[in-house]
C-alpha cells in the first residue's frame, strides 16, 4: 500500500519556465511534508517542509502547497535553472512518529 | 551547518566478509537514521537511534548491525551479506527536539556493492 504517490515518473521543462512537481497522499494521519533532492550517487538534499497547518511555503524560488482536502501537494519552482535536473522526492511523516514515507520520485529535466 | 558525513564512499565486500559503514554529523542532533536504496526506488528505512537507543528496527535481517557509540556517530555492521543486499545506504540525522517539524539531514551514502 503505498501511502506517498508521485505519479509521474518524469518531467521535461525548459529553462526559465515553471516547474511543477506533484505528489498525493492517503493517511490523513501525516502532519509534516517534505521535499528532497537527489543527484545520481548522492544522498538526498533537503529543500523545503511544510506543516499540516499551513497551505503554503515558499523559499526562493521554492515554493510547495499543501491542499489536505485534496489531499495533494505540489512543489514549485520558478524559474527553473538547468541545475534543478534532479529526482525529487516527496515525503511524509505520521504524526509523532520519526518513520518518513517516501514517494516513488520524479525525474525533472531542465532544458536550455 | 547541516553535514552529514559517511566512509567509505564506496565499498566492495564478499559475502564472508565483515565490514563497517560510518556515520557522522556535528549539528547535536539527537536522532540519527539508516536507509537504504536501491537504483530507481525511494529510501527505505532500516534503523532509528534516538537520544543514543534504538528507537526502531524496521525488521531489518540480523546480517546488519546498528551502533550508536554517542551523539554524532553511528556504524552499520555488515557480515555474511548477500548480493541483493548490494544497494546505496544512506545516514540522516534530525534534532529530535520537536516532532512536529523535525526535518531529517541525509549523508552522501555509501555505495555498497556484495559479491
Known amino acids: 500500500d503505498q501511502q506517498v504517490k508521485q505519479n509521474s515518473p518524469s518531467l521535461s521543462v525548459q529553462e526559465g519556465r515553471i516547474s511543477i512537481l506533484n505528489c498525493d497522499y492517503t493517511n490523513s494521519m501525516f502532519d509534516y511534508f517534505l521535499w528532497y533532492k537527489k543527484y545520481p550517487a548522492e544522498g538526498p538534499t533537503f529543500l523545503i517542509s511544510?506543516?499540516?497547518?499551513?497551505d503554503k511555503n515558499e523559499d526562493g524560488r521554492f515554493t510547495v502547497f499543501l491542499n489536505k482536502s485534496a489531499k495533494h501537494l505540489s512543489l514549485h519552482i520558478v524559474p527553473s535553472q538547468p541545475g534543478d535536473s534532479a529526482v525529487y522526492f516527496c515525503a511524509a511523516r505520521i504524526q509523532g512518529a520519526q518513520k518518513l514515507v517516501f514517494g516513488q520520485g520524479t525525474r525533472l529535466t531542465i532544458n536550455p | 551547518d547541516t553535514e552529514v558525513t559517511q566512509t567509505p564512499k564506496h565499498l566492495v565486500m564478499g559475502m564472508t566478509n565483515k565490514k563497517s559503514l560510518k556515520c557522522e554529523q556535528h549539528?547535536?542532533?539527537?536522532?540519527m537514521y539508516w536507509y537504504k536504496q536501491k537504483a530507481k526506488k525511494p529510501p527505505e528505512l532500516m534503523f532509528v537511534?534516538?537520544?543514543?537507543?534504538?528507537?526502531i528496527n524496521e525488521s531489518v535481517p540480523s546480517r546488519f548491525s546498528p551502533e550508536c557509540p554517542n551523539s554524532s556517530l553511528l556504524n552499520l555492521h555488515l557480515h555474511a551479506l548477500q548480493p541483493e543486499d548490494s544497494a546505496l545506504y544512506l545516514c540522516a540525522s534530525s534534532q529530535r527536539t520537536s516532532l512536529s517539524t523535525d526535518t531529517q539531514y541525509f549523508g552522501p551514502g555509501t555505495r555498497l556493492t556484495v559479491l
Open positions: 537511534y534516538s537520544y543514543e537507543k534504538l528507537s
Open positions: 511544510i506543516s499540516s497547518i499551513k
Open positions: 549539528m547535536g542532533h539527537r536522532a
